[in-house]
T-cell receptor, first 112, second 113 residues
Framework: DADVTQTPRNRITKTGKRIMLECSQTKGHDRMYWYRQDPGLGLQLIYYSFDVKDINKGEISDGYSVSRQAQAKFSLSLESAIPNQTALYFC???????????FGEGSRLTVL | LAKTTQPISMDSYEGQEVNITCSHNNIATNDYITWYQQFPSQGPRFIIQGYKTKVTNEVASLFIPADRKSSTLSLPRVSLSDTAVYYCLVGGVGGSSASKIIFGSGTRLSIRP
């Protein structure tokens, strides 16, 4: 089983719908991240969480919200999806300041 | 957060050594330098991390000059499977701000037979 699991892996939805992407980890890491990647571009940080009580905005948080339900779970919500949120979304975890990031397999979201 | 600058793309051939240089002129005293590799439709994967001088592991070497304003990722004897995007990241130690990990555009490396 993967250490960082994202669900769903693929989702097609319509404009205006609420969507939740979920991420769970078994690595026991304190820090969790959500990134977005558009085709041919680099990753953009949406939100990150230092620990369960700490949520921080990243580079492109508008239109997104997150919830850190437990140390192992970090979910990303799109309250009202729009077509330009069509992208590949990655969850990642990290332990400590200098630890490496571990990524999930990605969730491909298409908003029609 | 220190801004990084990398070449957009590079080409090389199998068996060659490839060096990708990253500029980070405003690197802070407590910043580490980390490199990641990403294949299409996969999450990035950690390659190597360093603070100063030289770091080597089983897949790459990282060279950091004394002023730390740049770093060079060296991939020895590349193969076709090294075709990927490589990201240079600079980040600090301590506090929640150190957790804000920003990826730039990366360097798209293409290896030819």
């Amino acid at each position: 089983d993967a250490d960082v699991t994202q669900t769903p892996r693929n989702r097609i939805t319509k404009t205006g719908k609420r969507i939740m992407l979920e991420c769970s980890q078994t690595k026991g890491h304190d820090r969790m991240y959500w990134y977005r990647q558009d085709p041919g571009l680099g990753l953009q940080l949406i939100y990150y969480s230092f620990d369960v009580k700490d949520i921080n905005k990243g580079e492109i948080s508008d239109g997104y919200s997150v919830s850190r339900q437990a140390q192992a779970k970090f979910s990303l919500s799109l309250e009202s999806a729009i077509p330009n949120q069509t992208a590949l979304y990655f969850c990642a975890t990290k332990q400590g300041d200098t630890g490496e990031l571990f990524f999930g397999e990605g969730s491909r979201l298409t908003v029609l | 957060l220190a801004k990084t600058t990398q070449p957009i793309s590079m080409d090389s051939y199998e068996g060659q050594e490839v060096n990708i240089t990253c500029s980070h002129n405003n690197i802070a005293t407590n910043d580490y330098i980390t490199w990641y590799q990403q294949f299409p439709s996969q999450g990035p994967r950690f390659i190597i991390q360093g603070y100063k001088t030289k770091v080597t592991n089983e897949v790459a070497s990282l060279f950091i000059p004394a002023d730390r304003k740049s770093s060079t990722l060296s991939l020895p004897r590349v193969s076709l499977s090294d075709t990927a995007v490589y990201y240079c990241l600079v980040g600090g130690v301590g506090g929640s701000s150190a957790s804000k990990i920003i990826f730039g555009s990366g360097t798209r490396l293409s290896i030819r037979p």
